[in-house]
């Protein structure tokens, strides 16, 4: 049988690991496929012709990636360029030629999801984005096959690597903030714009996916709350390590009879969770489910080959699927197309979490009770409070208080309360907190 002609769009560090895990792995690849896969075609601006020659076996190269997708010889368009433009364009592109498509593009996906599946289920393609969330780790296929006989209640996931190494370097090492963000860059781990990263968007965009996948609800990126790390500071990572947790860059979306939280925020998780326990770049997405139970997926989240072998157990997945009958393929977003959900998504203000609260507040008699005060008027149990000792010459001191559950708008306005106490210094840091229970 012909090979089946594969039309690569980017051969940056995605690409390339995809060239090498097609050419390296050949004979296993097609054994699984059940035909030989061949790069036919390939488009990239700018290359250095002796790393892409070096890497394996690829028919033609050009500049032009609208040459590829119009390509007649091309069975499936694998785009690796990421972005919006002209990724969108191009997938559009592919589908209306009636080729199956393979994107690591999530900021797409999330985006612009939506549209790109009706087209291509209108076309009877179909688009294959494992990849796009957690690298290497196969999310995807595990939230849409493996627990599809589940009702998803929540799921929890550290799904940004450079977030994680730049948590972790500070947390082990001391190192300074935009010094792990450098070697993060070097190492070929960050977004082209590091901001994505480090202020929670590129998390935003997996989560967003995540989230559909689990409660079968439509893409809608612009609901999903986005709080980064760039703000955490040395001082809360060690005050949570002595109370007994670890701050961690937490995508989190939860089923509640209200709506569907979706939100990525700096999170106090207790350091005994398996979860708190991943670091550096890697990743991991923790999922409940009501008949499983927990189940945790572990992997590097980020990297030339790890994100290829994803791309590739796609184009294995699509090859097998080639002729199969298009309306009896696993849906793009796990449910059937016409069974979608409208379940809102909650505003931030609604969503229940525990905090971590730190205040700068001055060393005399009655501050402590003024400050619990107003948290028993609001209605907020306290779990733990810590004082530190005040610095030689110093009147106000740190103090550290964990909080039970309670709406982010009630504990908003304790907080406008607290802040405007003469005895207390300063804004109040706020970090949620998530037990993550079983
Ligand atoms: N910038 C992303 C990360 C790459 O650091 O996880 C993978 O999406």
Redesign the pocket.
């Given at each position: 049988m012909e090979p089946v002609k594969i039309g690569l769009l980017g051969l940056g560090t995605v690409g390339g690991g995809t060239v090498t895990v097609l050419t390296r792995n050949a004979g296993e690849i097609a054994r699984r496929a059940g035909r030989d896969i061949h790069i036919a075609h390939a488009a990239a601006r700018a290359y250095d012709p002796e790393r892409i020659n070096g890497l394996g076996d690829i028919g033609r190269i050009t500049e032009d990636a609208f040459a590829v997708v119009d390509d007649p010889e091309i069975d499936i368009v694998i785009e690796l360029i990421g972005g919006y433009s002209p990724a969108k364009e191009l997938v559009l592109q592919a589908i209306a030629n009636g080729k199956h498509v393979v994107t690591a593009n999530?900021a797409l996906i999330a985006m612009h999801g939506n549209e790109i599946f009706a087209a291509a289920q209108e076309k009877g393609v179909t688009v294959a984005f494992e990849a796009a969330v957690a690298?290497g780790i196969p999310i995807i296929k595990a939230l849409r096959e493996g627990l599809a006989a589940n009702h998803i209640e929540w799921i929890a996931g550290i799904?940004?690597?450079?977030?994680n190494f730049i948590l972790t370097e500070m947390r082990d090492k001391g190192r300074d903030f935009a010094d792990v963000l450098a070697e993060?860059q070097q190492l070929g781990?960050?977004?082209a714009d590091p901001t994505?990263?480090v202020e929670g968007i590129?998390a935003a965009h997996?989560l967003t996916i995540l989230g559909s996948l689990a409660f079968g609800i439509p893409l809608q990126f612009d609901k999903t709350f986005t709080e980064g790390i760039s703000k955490i500071e040395a001082q809360d990572v060690a005050f949570a390590a002595e109370l007994g947790y670890r701050i961690k860059h937490l995508g989190i979306t939860r089923r509640t009879d209200a709506g569907i939280e979706m939100r990525v925020h700096p999170t106090l998780i207790p350091h005994r969770r398996l979860i708190a326990n991943v670091d550096g770049?890697m990743?991991a997405v923790l999922v409940k489910g009501d008949a499983v139970g927990p189940t945790l997926y572990y992997g590097a989240?980020?990297g030339a080959l790890p994100?290829a072998s994803a791309v590739v157990a796609d184009v294995v997945d699509v090859v097998r699927a080639l002729t199969s009958d298009p309306n009896n393929r696993v849906p793009h977003l796990a449910f059937q197309p016409g069974e979608l959900a409208d379940t809102p998504v909650l505003p931030i203000d609604e969503v229940e979490t525990a905090y971590y609260l730190r205040l700068t507040a001055l060393d005399r008699p009655g501050v402590m009770a003024a400050i619990a005060g107003i948290l028993g008027e609001e209605g907020i149990s306290i779990e733990a409070i810590k004082q530190k000792e005040p610095a030689e010459g110093e009147t106000h001191v740190p103090l550290i208080m964990l909080t039970h559950r309670v709406k982010e708008a009630r504990m908003n306005s304790a907080l406008a309360r607290i802040e405007a106490l003469d005895s207390v210094h300063g804004d109040i840091v706020k970090i949620r907190m998530e037990g993550l229970e079983g």
């Open positions: 999530k690298g799904i940004n690597g450079t977030g993060a781990y960050a977004e994505f990263d590129d997996k770049v990743n989240g980020a994100t």
